[in-house]
């Protein structure tokens, strides 16, 4: 029994690996976000392990049966629809509950899109931190607040529709001079990379209007 969380292609298929296709073809099942989504990477390596759907809202009743098929002695393998599973998406209920249980987890190195996008910020990244998405309404302006004397570099994660009101908010609460980074698209054709200032972003990206997904790096406060 042993549960498997894969990382997946979040652009170009070629970045799968070799090991992270062996897995999956080996597994009993294999955990999806979205079927639909994963039907294609699948199909793509010829990978025939029957899948069932994992996903945010329906994880809480999922995991008891994930934990007895894997206590029964089956192998799993967690995705999500691209990228490590857990980060920013569902994962992280069945590994806790796995471990509760004490059945052994192995996450395989592989592609997220944070890491990428951090050190072609060109910022600091010998010592950052991770705040995914910032909350949409509730406690927003809270946690920005709680950042302001972070002297990390931070990364978020960004929908392209609050993109630039994210740069906004953060050059309120910063300051419109601090330095930061715009990935978005990374490794797909389109992938791009604008470094500038929070103000100067934002303005960028109010003339033009940004698709895809998006990593926004902010520099730390410098004393």
Avoid at 6 to 31: F, H, Q, S, W, Y
Wanted: glycine fraction near 8%.
């Amino acid at each position: 029994m042993k549960l498997f969380v894969v990382p997946t292609p979040i652009g170009n298929l070629e970045d799968m690996t070799l090991r992270a296709v062996r897995v999956l073809k080996e597994a009993d099942l294999i955990l999806a976000e979205d079927t639909r989504t994963s039907g294609f990477l699948l199909k793509h390596f010829e990978i025939k392990t029957p899948m069932v759907s994992h996903h945010k809202f329906n994880e809480h009743k999922t995991v008891e049966g994930i934990v007895q098929r894997l206590k029964a002695g089956q192998i799993i393998a967690l995705i999500s629809d691209a990228g490590t599973p857990a980060i920013s998406d569902p994962g992280f209920l069945v590994v806790r509950a796995c471990v509760e249980n004490d059945i052994e987890v192995e996450c395989l190195p592989g592609a997220t899109a944070f890491v990428p996008a951090l050190v072609a910020s060109g910022l600091p990244n010998d010592r950052f931190c991770f705040e995914g998405f910032l909350p949409q309404k509730k406690g927003r302006q809270t946690r920005m607040q709680s950042l302001a004397n972070e002297t990390r570099t931070m990364v978020f994660y960004e929908s392209p529709f609050r993109l630039v009101k994210t740069l906004t908010q953060l050059g309120e609460v910063f300051g419109p001079e601090r330095k930061a980074s715009v990935s978005r698209e990374i490794s797909k054709f389109h992938e791009e990379t604008k470094r500038g200032t929070l103000a100067g972003l934002a303005e960028y990206y109010t003339l033009h209007p940004p698709k895809g997904e998006i990593v926004l790096i902010v520099a730390g406060l410098e004393y």
